[in-house]
């Protein structure tokens, strides 16, 4: 069994007291139903009732009467040493918390965890919120702050938009402001990420950029989405094969350097400024060749001279200048009046 050194006392020796006093179905189906014995996991009430012949709701029934029968025996008030230990540390994890950080927590030792949950379902101080769309498994010792933390994430998540990625102090800076009735001396940033591991709808990538937790920046689903977060990353237009070799790198994923090409050229986030060369579109980047630049140049500010389409097409595109005058004097699309402008033909 793996040590732990988060809990003064030994689980295995409690949970044999608080069994003695059952009579023997009555300790089995306990022992079954939270994995108890060495090696042995977790049963449902349907698995459960299968071995004894009986139907799932007579195994709740047994299972709750056996319960009861704990909180009532003497022997529970004599642990009570026990519970108080465990609201405390579960206070310290700011009074709700994910189920299986508080277990992994204590104890990476799983046959551990569920003696340590055991006790969270016998203990009366200790309140399960099941898991919904928006919330995952957790325990808390305190429904008023269990509901303003949850209110907080809610609201924190309605403030998020799907191109969102934001960084772990920056997000845990906007929970706060969300919490803004928690006081000062409670604003904890290890509490704060450990309230964010609640949620279903924020997370956060491989890279630790947080922001909604079903978007493509966070919940990657392949190399466009991969290469996206490098592109972002690096910050400045990257060669495709720089994008596949950073991909190798930064996640340890296989990315085919032509795949990866047929990727970028497909998704409308990314812009070909030059030979190989990617962009980001929320740069500012126009899509479309170099001929399509300069329509979209002259249609926005009108006629201009060649020295000033160039400097601008320069700045969208990693080309040769001789390349942008050569589509500037096709005549086919575009006219010089005497003053030396060019204009769209």
């Avoid at 950080?101 to 551990?112: G, N």
């Avoid at 994923?253 to 929320?282: M, Q």
Wanted: glycine share 4%; hydrophobic share 35%.
């Amino acid at each position: 069994m793996a040590k732990t050194n988060k809990l003064s006392f030994s689980p295995q020796k409690v949970t044999k007291s608080f069994l003695a006093v059952l009579p023997e179905r009555s300790k089995s189906v306990l022992k079954k139903r939270f994995g108890l014995d060495e090696d042995v996991p977790k049963m449902t009430l349907e698995a459960i009732g299968k071995s004894y012949k009986i139907t799932r709701e007579r195994v709740r029934q047994i299972e709750n009467s056996a319960l009861s029968a704990i909180r009532k025996s003497p022997v529970y008030g004599h642990y009570k040493a026990v519970f108080d230990e465990l609201k405390n540390l579960m206070h310290e994890f700011g009074a709700i918390v994910h189920e299986q950080d508080f277990l992994e927590h204590i104890s990476k030792d799983k046959h551990f965890q569920n003696h340590v949950n055991f006790f969270l379902v016998l203990g009366e101080e200790f309140e399960r919120l099941k898991e919904d769309d928006e919330f995952k498994h957790r325990w808390t010792i305190d429904s008023e702050m269990s509901k303003k933390v949850e209110e907080s994430l809610k609201s924190l998540y309605k403030s998020l938009s799907e191109e969102d990625l934001i960084s772990e102090s920056e997000m845990i800076i906007k929970l706060f402001d969300h919490l803004k009735h928690i006081s000062k001396e409670a604003r904890d940033e290890e509490l704060a990420r450990r309230w964010l591991s609640l949620s279903k709808n924020i997370d956060k990538n491989s890279l630790g950029e947080w922001g909604i937790a079903h978007s493509p920046n966070i919940k990657t689903r392949g190399i466009r989405d991969l290469a996206y977060l490098i592109l972002r990353r690096h910050g400045s237009p990257m060669h495709f094969e720089e994008v596949a070799k950073a991909i190798q790198k930064v996640f340890g994923k296989e990315a085919n350097v032509a795949t990866c090409h047929n990727e970028l050229i497909k998704d409308k986030r990314f812009v070909l400024v030059g030979r190989g060369l990617y962009a980001l579109s929320k740069w500012g980047y126009e899509r479309g060749n170099v001929r399509d630049i300069i329509r979209i140049i002259i249609g926005k500010d009108g006629p201009q001279t060649k020295e000033d389409i160039l400097k601008k097409v320069l700045r969208e595109r990693y080309v040769k200048e001789n390349t942008v005058l050569v589509n500037l004097q096709n005549s086919r699309y575009f006219k010089k009046d005497k003053d030396g402008k060019y204009s769209i033909a």
